[in-house]
């Protein structure tokens, strides 16, 4: 689902164990668990090479001559791995990269860090060193004078913290700090083959996780037992998992679940909605079944006006159309349909989609009112749920991207209720 960038995350927290001391001895989730040790890993493509992490850094420079930035800054997170290969979780400490228009790049991480981002490190840049008595935003100032474009606008990546900020217009009393957005997103909203390839690896170990854990389900299951086991397979399939949301019951009904605890009962919505890291790259998918009965006649209805919604969405997904007309496409047809209106239940309450890549939700959104237009490379998911509250939701979401010739699926959404993982 999401790529916490932290140390825990970083540096391996043992998931997968701590999970299996979890479950009760002989009960299925743990039988299941211990199967998923049995599932071959599949073949995943390469990482990011230093040669496309290179062409970034020349795409970032043009970017920024072209909208008058002078340089900017990204502290650790997705972006910092997305120019550097740095891959770092973010604390009080600031290890961040500083891109001039011109030359080349310098990282500023503290003294004690540096073998370790030394190490992690795939492109030229010099890397300065700060001792833990010392202001790291100095070497910041020091290095924008040394380039000259102190005085230029400094292009600050949106999701910089405030005090970074603040830190560096006290060193720089007369810095204009702008958004990166246009150098930022620029690069990263637009995926390439390489990207791309990894998406769909990290979209086909998450189906194939899928697979694996819903003929495995049980009654009286509850969304951790269920989760342990798409976590494992997951893993073994060669996927980074983090955990991910399963919903049962009235839970479906509430797009992030509930606190009520509950359990798995024939005739019951069951809702998975995971994902993974495949070098960095994300899959987000949801798949809603009902558990142990065939489906009443009202569920099956919402589940197939809600795939109904996701071929509408992806009608609306062409070239140069603004990215919001696509959620107005489907809040249209489930209008007519006697959901909303708007955003109102019963209907859906949230955006058809959000953009996705090296985080599970990225700009841009699939919302009404964003004007930005589709292109090729950008990716989004297309998740038009429709919930009842007080009973019960259903959610299907699949990732495409747009390419010159339209929308292209991830993973192809199911053809039925009766058939939820095909």
Same mark, same amino acid.
């Given at each position: ?6 140390? &825990? $995350?970083?540096? @391996? ?6 999970? *299996?001391? %979890?479950?009760?001895?002989? =009960? #299925? !989730? &743990? $039988?299941?668990? @211990? ?6 890993? *599949?073949? %995943?493509?390469?990482?990011? =090479? #230093? !040669? ?11 970017? *920024? ?5 002078? =340089? ?351």
């Amino acid at each position: 689902m999401r790529l916490h960038m932290n140390r &825990r $995350a970083m540096m @391996g927290a043992g998931a997968a164990a701590a999970a *299996m001391g %979890l479950l009760e001895r002989g =009960s #299925p !989730a &743990r $039988a299941a668990v @211990g199967e998923a040790g049995e599932l071959k890993p *599949m073949t %995943l493509p390469p990482p990011i =090479s #230093p !040669a496309e992490r290179m062409r970034r850094m020349v795409q970032a420079r043009d970017l *920024m001559r072209k909208h008058g930035i002078g =340089s900017v800054f990204v502290e650790a997170g997705p972006s910092l791995d997305y120019f550097t290969g740095i891959q770092w979780w973010r604390s009080e400490r600031l290890t961040g990269v500083v891109i001039p228009a011109d030359g080349e790049p310098i990282v500023v991480t503290p003294f004690f860090e540096q073998p370790s981002i030394k190490e992690m490190l795939v492109v030229p840049a010099e890397i300065r060193t700060w001792q833990e008595d010392e202001e790291p935003l100095k070497l910041v100032a020091d290095f924008l004078k040394e380039r000259k474009v102190a005085g230029a606008p400094i292009g600050f990546e949106e999701t910089n913290r405030f005090f970074l900020r603040d830190r560096l217009q006290k060193q720089l009393p007369s810095a204009r700090i702008v958004s990166a957005n246009p150098v930022v997103r620029g690069c990263r909203m637009h995926k390439t083959p390489a990207e791309l390839a990894l998406m769909q690896a990290a979209a086909d170990v998450t189906i194939a996780a899928f697979r694996y854990t819903w003929p495995r389900v049980r009654e009286g299951m509850g969304p951790g037992e269920i989760d342990t086991i798409i976590g494992e397979a997951t893993r073994a399939l060669g996927g980074s998992y983090d955990g991910g949301l399963v919903l049962i019951g009235e839970g479906t009904a509430y797009p992030h679940g509930t606190r009520t605890p509950m359990r798995v009962a024939k005739g019951a919505n069951v809702l998975f909605d995971c994902g993974c890291d495949v070098h960095g790259y994300q899959s987000d998918i949801s798949r809603t079944f009902i558990f142990g009965a065939d489906p009443t006649a009202e569920q099956r209805k919402v589940w197939d006006q809600m795939r109904r919604g996701q071929d509408i969405a992806m009608k609306a997904a062409r070239i140069g159309a603004p990215a919001g007309s696509v959620d107005d496409a489907v809040r249209h047809a489930y209008e007519s349909w006697g959901y909303g209106p708007g955003y109102k239940l019963p209907g859906t309450s949230h955006r058809t989609g959000h953009g996705i890549g090296m985080e599970g939700h990225e700009p841009v959104n699939l919302v009404h009112g964003e004007m930005t237009p589709l292109s090729a490379g950008m990716c989004f998911s297309n998740e038009p749920g429709i919930y009842i509250p007080g009973k019960w939701g259903v959610r299907l979401e699949d990732c495409f991207h747009m390419t010159a010739s339209g929308p292209k699926w991830f993973t192809t959404p199911p053809p039925s209720i009766d058939r939820p993982f095909d």
